[in-house]
T-cell receptor
Framework: DAGVTQSPTHLIKTRGQQVTLRCSPKSGHDTVSWYQQALGQGPQFIFQYYEEEERQRGNFPDRFSGHQFPNYSSELNVNALLLGDSALYLC?????????????FGPGTRLLVL | EDKVVQSPLSLVVHEGDTVTLNCSYEVTNFRSLLWYKQEKKAPTFLFMLTSSGIEKKSGRLSSILDKKELFSILNITATQTGDSAVYLCAALSSSSGSARQLTFGSGTQLTVLP
């Protein structure tokens, strides 16, 4: 049973560039959430996708956008990168009902903005 | 604003010691409290607590939730060097419709010395 996968594992960009991160959810899961984890901090919620729509968003600017595909995989896009966007980006998948709403995390993408 | 606070921020113990990690939360539309262990990248799921006063156990780890006082504790008995990690507490909440999000604390860095 494949867990949550993310690509790439590491990425280096310069300020002003754009980046796309990818996530495939755990088999059978239909909901994908994205989190940003700065060094020494807990993850912060960016947004959640379900049925190919963003249904909840955290306190992040519009530079952060996403997409969910019919196979439930998801992308996170960040435009006009800032130095402060350097972080570990985590994707979590879950099943959208009842007691199975535990979120399982992928290994993350480490983004460095220079 | 939703808030999760963990204490202590860091802890250094010797193998065989017992540790207690604390988590308090103030979250609107609270659903459950989750504990994760983060060693390198992906937080790995430990417990999901929904009901107050019911202890969950997994080997040497146990956790309990107090929904009246809004806190949870994670106990680790007979600690081993492999328990060294950051332990994250997160409150799962619901908002519009069935959207769910996790609000994380900053984590407790546990170091177990041989």
């Amino acid at each position: 049973d494949a867990g949550v996968t993310q690509s790439p594992t590491h990425l280096i960009k310069t300020r002003g560039q754009q980046v796309t991160l990818r996530c495939s959810p755990k088999s059978g899961h239909d909901t994908v959430s994205w989190y940003q984890q700065a060094l020494g901090q807990g993850p912060q919620f960016i947004f959640q996708y379900y049925e190919e729509e963003e249904r909840q968003r955290g306190n992040f600017p519009d530079r952060f956008s996403g997409h969910q595909f019919p196979n439930y995989s998801s992308e996170l896009n960040v435009n006009a990168l800032l130095l402060g966007d350097s972080a570990l980006y985590l994707c979590a998948s879950s099943l959208d009902w009842g007691a199975r709403e535990t979120q399982y995390f992928g290994p993350g993408t480490r983004l460095l903005v220079l | 604003e939703d808030k999760v606070v963990q204490s202590p921020l860091s802890l250094v113990v010797h193998e065989g010691d017992t540790v207690t990690l604390n988590c308090s939360y103030e979250v609107t539309n609270f659903r459950s409290l989750l504990w994760y262990k983060q060693e390198k990248k992906a937080p790995t799921f430990l417990f999901m607590l929904t009901s107050s006063g019911i202890e969950k156990k997994s080997g040497r780890l146990s956790s309990i939730l107090d929904k009246k006082e809004l806190f949870s504790i994670l106990n680790i008995t007979a600690t081993q060097t492999g328990d060294s990690a950051v332990y994250l507490c997160a409150a799962l909440s619901s908002s519009s419709g069935s959207a769910r999000q996790l609000t994380f604390g900053s984590g407790t860095q546990l170091t177990v010395l041989p």
